[in-house]
C-alpha cells in the first residue's frame, strides 16, 4: 500500500535517505526538515494512510506505543524538559503532507515555540449543545 507520488511513502520506505532514529517493518522514524524544537521527529508508517480517518485501528495503537517510546528515549539523550505530540488532520488543520504522521515535538525551557490555540469562552450551553451533537442526542 504505497503512493508512487508520495514523498513520505518514499521516506519511510528507504527509497528518499532521512535522519532515521528507528524503523522497523511497519514504521520509520525520521527527524523533521523545519524542526520546531530540537531532536523534532516523525512517526510515518511505511504504509500509505493520508491521515487519520484511514489508518486502521492497529496501525494507530502502535503510533501510540512508539511515540511512548521515542519520547522516552529522546527525553533521555536530549535532556528535554517537556514533549508534545502532533497530529494534524487536514489542510484546515495544518496538513501539509498527505500520508498520516505523528510529530514528535521535544520541548526545552525557553525555547521560544508555541505549539497552541486562542482558547474560546463557550457558556455552558454551549458546551451542552456540542456534547449532545457529539454523542448525537
Ligand atoms: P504536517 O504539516 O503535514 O503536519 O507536517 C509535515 C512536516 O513534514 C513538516 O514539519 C515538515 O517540516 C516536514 N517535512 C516535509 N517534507 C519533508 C522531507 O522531505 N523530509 C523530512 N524529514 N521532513 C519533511
Ligand atoms: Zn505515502
Not at 527527524?31 to 510515518?44: E, F, V, Y
Not at 491521515?51 to 535532556?79: F, G, I
Not at 526545552?108 to 454523542?135: H, M
Amino acid at each position: 500500500m504505497k503512493d508512487d507520488n508520495c514523498i513520505f511513502c518514499k521516506i519511510a520506505n528507504g527509497e528518499i535517505p532521512s535522519k532515521t532514529l528507528f524503523e522497523d517493518d511497519a514504521f520509520r522514524v525520521i527527524l523533521d526538515l523545519g524542526p520546531a524544537a530540537k531532536g523534532h521527529a516523525l512517526i510515518l508508517p511505511k504504509n500509505h494512510y493520508a491521515n487519520l480517518y484511514e489508518l486502521p485501528e492497529e496501525t494507530a495503537s502502535k503510533v501510540m506505543l512508539l511515540a511512548k517510546k521515542m519520547a522516552v528515549q529522546m527525553t533521555d539523550k536530549l535532556k528535554c524538559d517537556g514533549f508534545n505530540l502532533v497530529q494534524n488532520n487536514g489542510e484546515v488543520a495544518g496538513q501539509t503532507v498527505f500520508h498520516f504522521h505523528m510529530h514528535l515535538i521535544p520541548r526545552y525551557k525557553n525555547d521560544n515555540q508555541t505549539i497552541g490555540w486562542k482558547p474560546g469562552e463557550p457558556s455552558q450551553e454551549e458546551l451542552e449543545e456540542i456534547r449532545a451533537q457529539i454523542v448525537g442526542e
